[in-house]
Structures are given as structure tokens and as C-alpha cells.
């Protein structure tokens, strides 16, 4: 009998085609799903490091788990053996992503670089005493600050005195005179607005006391003052049709009064940048008797200022007035000893401009009428000259501060 013949191969002609496909589907879904379950399983750690997948992010996963206990291969443009950079020490505060680089740093555009007349200092006008006060609303005096600003004007010097009487209600005025300002037509608070919307454009305001220890037959004191005898015998002919009486303040109470007057201003209106004196401080040389009152005005000076000082020291006391020469000869005022913060010299004589630069190259500035505009290409380009002061001689402060735009846009 022939011996039995053994079957073969692995016997898969007698497994069901049906269980065959069943395992093909198993197997190919294993495959798939192979990185899941092996996170279930937690096997992976058992894994060399060569056979772990790599998951990449996707749109549904941003960012790839991390898996616990195992250290991250450090980036090579980042490498902590080769970078230059320090150590930096964390600070204490968390950030929400330690790992997220910083945001650059836009940098801040350069500033364009400044003209000649926009590198002066004080690049002023003065205004009259009336020009802001006569019916002017506040929206009037702000946008007035800024039509100055606008034309290139970065200081205001407005009148606050004068003829012998405040711009603001005063209660030296008020208890010396029985009265309590100027006569005129204002708003109490025309001053504060016109300091408010200055600073907020980045200007300043300097109270003017036009005409200073000087008054003439239409001020409201000119009376009280004759019938005291605070006036200095004699007129003051300084400037030709204009006849002037000059207080004397060698009198107590003369004096005591300007102090009083000083004191409450800086007091009254804090935030003022400056106040600024003219060639009005002082007595002309031809008033008769020839008397030498140099030495009482500066006595008078220093005081007043130093009263000043002690009230609000944050307020500079600037002078506009003739060169030092001049202004001892022909004024009796020997500014160089009263104390004050800034000089301003007066160039209003074009005869003697070259003469009067020359002094004003050694102070603070130069003061100009408008109708030497035709000047300002030659005092921008002196880097000596500090500062410069346009006065509205023509009584027209708008029409000037467009001129001077104009004639420092031309000749930039």
C-alpha cells in the first residue's frame, strides 16, 4: 500500500477567503491607526529613537504633542554651544509662550531735521494788550494760539500791563485804586485760555508789562499819581508826539505797589513761562534836574525780582531793552546788575544793526520789528543768535506772522 503523502505548505487552500479578507482589513487598519495605539499602549519608550514617527502639524493640530519625559532635540540655529549671545536670566513674571520669539521692533522714524529758523529757541511775537481781550470768546483766543503756531511762532509775549493798569482783574488794583483792571472789554479768563491752548501746543506765553514804570495823561491813574506826587518832574520825550510821566519808584510806596503787582501775577497765573520788561524800565537822560537814578532803579529791580523769585520761582524775568551801553548812558538802567534770567536786545534802529547784533550774539536773543523781516535770513543762518523776537509795529500781528512764515520758508 503506498505510503500517505503529508500536505504541503502552510494549508491557507483550506482557510475561508472570507476570513482571509477579514484579516487583510484588520491588518491594514492596524497600520493606519499604528501611531495612536502605540500612544495608548505607551510602547513607544521601548522603541529606538530611530524607529519613533515624527508627527507633524496639521490645520486640526497645530502643534504636535509633546511626549512626556523626553527632552527636545535643541534646533541647530539655535544651538547653546555655538550662539554668542549671554545667558539670560528668566524674569519672574510668566509669559504665555516662552518658546515664541519675539516681535520685531519697528523702528521710530528720524526725526526731520530742524531749519534754521526752527532751531531758534524763542522764535516770539508780541501782541498788544488788547489783542485778545476786546469781546474775544475762548474758541477766538484758541484758535488764534494756533494760527500763531501754524505760521511758525513757538512764543507768544502778550500784554498784560500797561498805561498804568492790569489786563486782569486785580485786587492790588482793587485796593489801591478802586478799581480792578483796565478799562476794557474782557473775559476774566481770556489770559488762562490763551496759557492753556499755548502749552497745549507745545508754545509758551510770556506776560508783557508794556510801558513799565512809564504812563501818560490817558491812563486811569495818571491823576491819583499827580495828586501823590509819584511822578518823576518833568516828561519823558523818549519817543517822538508821545509825551510819557515816568512813576518814580524811589517812593515806597511807588515800589511797593509794582512789587505787590509782580507777586500777584506769577501768584494769580502759575503756569506763565515768563514775564518780560521793556526800555520802559528806566528814566531818560534829558528829564530835568539831570539826576543820576541809576543806582535807586537797580536797587528797585533786584527787589522786585527777588520778590518774584520767592513767589513762584519757576517764572524766568526777561528784559527787552537797549544794549548795555545805551541802556546805563541814556536810561539809567544798568541791567547787567539787576539779576534778571534773560536780555533781548533791541535792533529797531537799522542805522546801527550791525553795532547792536554784536551785542545780542552775547545774550539771549534779538528783537526785530516787522518791518525789518527782510533781516531774517541773515539772523537764521548766525547760530549766535539764540532767539528772535518779531514786534508788530504796524499794529497788525496776524499780517506779520504770515510775513515772517513767508520770508523763513523762502530763505530756508
Known sequence: MPAKKEKKGCGCASIPISLILVLLGVGYWGFMQRDTLLAHLNIRQF?????????????????????????????????????????VTPTQTPTPNPQASPLPTTPKPSPSPQTPWQKKEIRGIYLSRYQATNNATEKMIR??????????????????????????????????FG???????????????????AHKQGMEVHAYFEKGIK???????????????WIVPGVDKTYAGIDHYLLDVELPDVATFFKKILVEF?????????????DYLGYHADLPG???????????????????????PAVSFDLCH???????????????????????????????????????????????????????????????????????????????????????????
Open 47 to 87: 522603541l529606538p529613537n530611530n524607529q519613533q514617527s515624527h508627527q507633524q502639524p496639521t490645520p486640526s493640530n497645530p502643534q504636535p504633542p509633546t511626549p512626556t519625559n523626553l527632552t527636545p532635540t535643541p534646533s541647530p540655529s539655535v544651538s547653546v554651544a555655538t550662539s554668542p549671545l549671554e545667558p
Open 143 to 176: 484758535e488764534r494760539v494756533r494760527y500763531y503756531r501754524d505760521q511758525g511762532i513757538n512764543t507768544i509775549i502778550h500784554g498784560v500791563w500797561g498805561n498804568g493798569c492790569t489786563m486782569y482783574p486785580s485786587e492790588v488794583m482793587q485796593q489801591t
Open 179 to 197: 478799581y480792578n483792571s483796565c478799562p476794557n472789554k474782557f473775559q476774566e479768563q481770556w489770559l488762562e485760555w490763551l496759557i492753556d491752548e
Open 215 to 229: 504812563i501818560d495823561k490817558n491812563s486811569p491813574i495818571f491823576d491819583r499819581a499827580i495828586a501823590q506826587r
Open 266 to 278: 506769577v501768584q494769580k497765573y502759575p503756569t506763565i513761562d515768563a514775564v518780560q520788561w521793556d
Open 290 to 312: 539831570k539826576v543820576d537814578r541809576t543806582t535807586h532803579l537797580t536797587n528797585f529791580v533786584q527787589q522786585m525780582i527777588a520778590d518774584m523769585k520767592k513767589a513762584n
Open 322 to 412: 537797549h544794549n548795555p551801553y545805551w541802556s546805563k548812558r541814556y536810561f539809567a538802567a544798568d541791567w547787567k546788575n539787576w539779576n534778571v534770567d534773560r536780555v533781548f536786545i533791541q535792533t529797531y534802529n537799522d542805522d546801527n544793526f550791525k553795532q547792536e547784533l554784536e551785542y545780542a550774539e552775547n545774550y539771549a536773543g534779538v528783537a526785530i520789528s516787522d518791518q525789518q523781516l527782510y533781516r531774517l535770513k541773515e539772523l537764521m543762518n548766525n547760530s549766535k543768535i539764540k532767539s528772535i523776537l518779531v514786534f508788530p509795529a504796524s499794529g497788525k500781528p496776524e499780517e506779520a506772522a504770515a510775513s515772517i512764515k513767508k520770508f523763513t520758508s523762502i530763505n530756508q
